[in-house]
């Protein structure tokens, strides 16, 4: 198997894994769901260092993001915010958004079933990425992001709406 920390070009390609990982987003989002915490919309789930939080993600959850969602609509920096976090808050990558973004919420009477969520949904994770052999690189968003810059994978942002 493939466990190398380095990304490969299947990693980058979602087609051969695609279908897997939104099954595995549609459970997760259903378990949220269900589980019911409130979210205000307050933004503080994509302001990272404001929140002192880092998003961690694995290679196939980037390459689905760069893959499927809009180009961002703010400049990438050095992991203080998500770059597809709008002008009110927002976030407009929603749908290809990674497992650490549909865990996360700000709900205090969420915070133990969001830590015993993301351990078993990081483990179905792990386990998707050891059947298909593809590259775990479980690593902060923005260094993902900045890999894609210096390989010419990351969009330029989209007009700025602040």
């Given at each position: 198997m493939n466990?190398?920390?380095a990304p490969n070009m299947t990693s980058r390609d979602p087609s051969r894994f695609r279908a897997a990982l939104h099954a595995l987003y549609d459970a997760l989002d259903a378990e949220v769901a269900r589980l019911g915490p409130v979210c205000q919309l307050s933004g503080r789930c994509c302001r990272f260092a404001e929140y002192d939080h880092t998003l961690f993600v694995s290679a196939p959850e980037v390459a689905l993001l760069l893959d499927e969602a809009p180009p961002p609509?703010?400049?990438l920096d050095?992991?203080?915010s998500c770059p597809w976090q709008d002008a009110a808050g927002?976030?407009?990558a929603r749908g290809a958004r990674p497992l650490g973004c549909r865990v996360y919420y700000?709900?205090?009477s969420y915070q133990a079933d969001a830590a015993e969520q993301s351990?078993?949904?990081i483990r179905r994770l792990k386990r998707l990425v050891e059947e298909d052999d593809l590259p775990w690189?479980?690593?902060p968003l923005h260094r993902h992001l900045?890999?894609?810059v210096a390989e010419g994978r990351f969009p330029k942002p989209g007009a700025i709406n602040e």
């Open positions: 466990h190398s920390d609509v703010r400049p050095d992991g203080a927002r976030c407009v700000c709900d205090p351990e078993v949904f690189n479980y690593a900045h890999s894609a």
